[in-house]
């Protein structure tokens, strides 16, 4: 680790770190401002404010706009604090602060110093980053090289730093860093080389606290096999090491890249595990414990209070990262605090968050057939054979899979409301076919051992925009896309829903019935989540276009093969006729 000293003004008016936790809350309170990526630590990307509402949200006109100067896939969004905006890009991963006051000028630029030859290589699936957090008047940037920085939200200069992992194994960034309380809680990416899971805990000072694995060993995965429960139940000793064979927990996948969610109260902090590698079922027999899975973890010690795996044994790369959204609802007659979570494999699941019980487990797009439904009481899926790739054997192909390995809905983080009580989700309506075969380990080098392609499940339909009632499993309202919808949702107490699409469009939709109340063509496909602010009494829609992502691949990346990019080139071809390669933030007001 290397630290910078920080001046002894900016030293005479630190806070002590006791105190980091409550700016954060109060922060996270003002709808004015927008301090961490999903809004606030429950993931609900809602906002309370209203000047912009479903009566006048037809008005609204671009305010203004900056290009960022990189041409790949643009996830993730803006923080706005006080009078800043901050914005990042794909690799090289630059830091942008734009003011306020002045049209968006750049008070500040940081861009790093990374190795693209030995980053860039290994980052499957787009050189794509999700964001930036704030903390103790510094903003957290986790690098492509796995390199988390610590910046003087002021100046830009760099405090500290730590490179925590090394790209020569596979092991990458896409993921954003998210502060809870007084600590940085960060993840890794690399499932697709081998890369065995973990997430790892700072304080705000750049010291490494802890760091629980997603396989492996009860003491590396801190968990307890009396206290650490599954389906309300202990996981007995070494519950990950009896499911796989041999050693292969150690190159077993597990990443941990999504979005996390934290609850003050209960002091525990939720996120997703990845996909077991390889990708080829055949090779590693057993459940795979515990990819695929939700954890629930104690933020001060890291210990996993439960777990709950989607879906045992992975044949179809349903990676089970997406975000967890906390909400206090009544699930059949019982006030419960939930946790909520759209799982690639095409379930919708509602948690019981404080014991982990499972409460609901629906369908949310209609085309899933891997599986005929999920037993509540067991939480296993009901498997189809017809749709096994493990059961069909190796050299095979399994046609018809849905959804495909982009599942019912990938990283596009959906929101929540608690004026409708919906969750409003971006999801994919795509299918493949899936051949897997022999794949040996090579570090550094792609550990998938399947060949895949997609296609759409319907004619013209890639994609819905849904209302999600979690208390019932059920799809309130459906509104159907050309493509996948890869953006990130924005619900606001306007009783209007915003998305992108990858064509390019900013929608706005009413909250009650999604009847579409606005349109606009950004210069780019949206992989970008929309978030609102409000500045000099004005409030602002703001979001990232730049095509890319896994879904835009083909387009980054100029393949052509049907089954490149993983399966995605096929399925999306015809994307580059709606939209093409750019990188800009539109801001939009009335």
């Known amino acids: ?48 404010l209203t000047d912009i509402n479903k009566e006048n949200v037809k008005d609204l006109n671009m305010a203004w706009s900056f290009s960022t100067g990189v041409l790949r896939g643009h996830e993730g ?40 030859d030995d980053t860039v290589p290994v980052m499957c699936c787009d050189v794509i980053n999700r964001g930036l957090a704030y903390g103790d008047g510094k903003i957290f940037l986790n690098q492509a090289d796995t390199t988390l920085v610590a910046l003087d939200a002021k100046t830009g200069a760099e405090v500290w730093s730590d490179k925590r992992d090394d790209p020569k194994v596979g092991a990458t960034n896409t993921g954003v860093a998210h502060v809870f309380k007084d600590k940085i809680v960060v993840g890794i990416s690399g499932g697709e080389f081998g890369v065995r899971g973990y997430v790892q805990t700072y304080d705000l000072n750049g010291k490494s606290l802890y760091k629980a694995y997603s396989t492996g060993p009860d003491a590396e995965m801190l968990v307890d096999p009396e206290k650490t429960t599954s ?7 070494d519950s990950s090491l009896k499911t796989w064979q041999g050693d292969q927990w150690k190159i077993g996948g597990g990443t941990t890249w999504g979005w996390y969610s934290y609850d003050p109260d209960l002091n525990l902090f939720y996120y997703g595990t990845g ?11 057993g459940d795979n414990k515990w990819t695929m899975s939700l954890f629930a973890r104690d933020l001060d010690t890291g210990m996993a209070k439960w777990v709950y795996q989607m879906t045992p044994h992975d044949e179809w790369d349903y990676d089970g990262v997406n975000e967890v959204i906390l909400a206090d609802q009544k699930v059949k007659g019982k006030m419960r605090k939930t946790a909520v979570h759209f799982d690639r ?48 054997g190796e050299d095979t192909s399994t046609t018809g899979i849905c959804p495909a390995a982009h599942g019912a809905k990938d990283q596009q983080p959906a929101a929540y409301s608690p004026k409708t009580g919906l969750f409003y989700v971006p999801t994919n309506h795509i299918c493949m076919d899936l051949e897997p075969f022999q794949v040996e380990y090579l570090a550094g080098q792609p550990y998938v051992g399947a060949e895949v392609n997609m296609f759409p499940a319907e004619k013209d339909n890639m994609g819905n925009f849904i209302a999600w009632d979690a208390r019932e499993g059920k799809i309130v309202w459906s509104d159907k896309e050309r493509f996948s919808v890869w953006s990130g949702a924005l619900a606001t107490a306007g009783d209007v829903v915003f998305y992108g699409t990858l064509e390019g469009y900013l929608k706005a939709v009413d909250a009650q019935t999604g009847r579409e109340l606005w349109r606009f063509k950004t210069p780019s496909g949206i992989v970008g989540n929309v978030n609102t602010y409000k500045h000099d009494g004005k409030q602002y829609i703001a979001v990232l276009s730049g095509i ?17 990019g993983l399966g995605a080139v096929g399925a999306y071809k015809s994307l580059s006729s709606w939209t093409s390669l750019g ?6 007001s009335l």
Do not use: C
């Open 231 to 237: 389906m309300l139940k202990p996981i007995g000793k």
């Open 1 to 48: 680790m290397k630290k910078t000293t920080l001046s002894l003004a900016l030293m005479s008016v630190a806070l002590p770190i006791t105190s980091y936790a409550d700016e954060l809350l109060s922060m996270q309170k003002d709808p004015n401002e927008w301090v961490m990526s999903a809004g606030n630590y429950a993931n609900h990307r809602y906002s309370e």
């Open 345 to 392: 494999n095409g379930f919708g699941y509602t948690m019981d968050r404080a014991s982990g019980e499972l409460l609901v487990a629906n369908k949310f797009d209609p085309s899933v057939n891997w599986a005929n439904s999920v037993n509540l009481k067991t939480g296993l899926p009901d498997r189809n054979k017809q749709y096994s790739p493990e059961y069909n």
């Open 548 to 564: 890319g992502g896994w879904a835009g691949i083909g387009m980054t990346n100029n393949l052509e093969k049907d089954t490149d």
């Open 77 to 116: 969004n803006s923080l706005v604090i006080g009078d800043t905006l901050y914005i990042h890009t794909p690799f090289p991963n630059i830091v942008y602060a734009l003011d306020l006051n002045n049209d968006g000028a750049i008070k500040w630029k940081y861009e790093p110093k990374q190795n693209y």
């Open 275 to 285: 996909n077991p590698s390889t990708w080829n079922p055949l090779q590693r027999p």
């Open 583 to 588: 990188g800009v933030l539109s801001v939009f």
